[in-house]
Antibody, heavy 126, light 111 residues
């Protein structure tokens, strides 16, 4: 079965670090990009960035560059989203999703998100 | 402000058809056929309904269809059913450094 399973809900204080995970089945992970999408309370979807676990090629939306770190360990088919210092405004649901892409030679067209994780709720509050 | 513009809400009666628009620019919708539509019920995970402007993934009802004209993509739902009540998001590839953009979402109410 094609699926992505995310880590559980987190409650953190401002300034703390956090890494959440997204584990994929082999057929949802190998040969694909994995993206992260933020949904703040009552708001829409925001694309944060994506990683190709095969070689760790990572692309970020400018809005999230420097704010988070996306990484992956292909040996355990797991992608990660990491914050070094959380803010209250980071409170949101974070989804990982299989990012379909075509291209090569460094130029890729990211055309859809076809398999989604169940979402991880992150709450940052003092 | 989202990069793609969608109406905040639309409504229709059971059995009717509705269309949701998604307006972008020549950097995204206008020059690339990489437009997707997602359905999200309250408290649930987004679900892919349409990709590449008009392609339905396996298992998605043929009541859902997509199209594009110029800088505007559209999602049409025919034969509205109560279960279609949800928020719909469009997204597109963009040639800008953002790479992928979403619309702000359209809440569909089935009257």
């Amino acid at each position: 079965e094609v699926q992505l399973v995310e880590s559980g809900p987190e409650v953190k204080k401002p300034g703390e670090s956090l890494k959440i995970s997204c584990k994929g089945s082999a057929n949802s992970f190998n040969g694909y990009w994995i993206a992260w999408v933020r949904q703040m309370p009552g708001k829409g979807l925001e694309w944060m960035g994506t990683i190709y676990p095969g070689d760790s090629d990572t692309r970020y939306s400018p809005s999230f560059q420097g704010q988070v770190t996306i990484s992956a360990d292909k040996s355990i088919t797991t992608a990660y989203l990491h914050w070094s210092s959380l803010k209250a405004s980071d409170s949101a649901i974070y989804y990982c999703a299989r990012q379909r892409a075509i291209g090569g030679g460094g130029r890729f067209y990211f055309y859809t998100l076809d398999v989604w994780g169940q979402g991880t709720t992150v709450t940052v509050s003092s | 402000q989202s990069a793609l513009t969608q109406p905040a809400s639309v409504s229709g009666s059971p059995g009717q058809s509705i269309t949701i628009s998604c307006t972008g620019t020549s950097s995204d919708v206008g020059n690339y056929d990489y437009v997707s539509w997602y359905q999200q019920h309250p408290g649930k995970v987004p679900k892919l309904m349409i990709y590449d402007v008009s392609t339905r993934p396996s298992g998605v009802s043929n009541r859902f269809s997509g199209s594009k004209s110029g800088n505007t993509a559209s999602l049409t739902i025919s034969g509205l059913q109560a279960e279609d009540e949800a928020t719909y998001y469009c997204s597109a590839y963009t040639s800008t450094s953002t790479l992928v953009v979403f619309g702000g979402g359209t809440k569909l109410t089935v009257l």
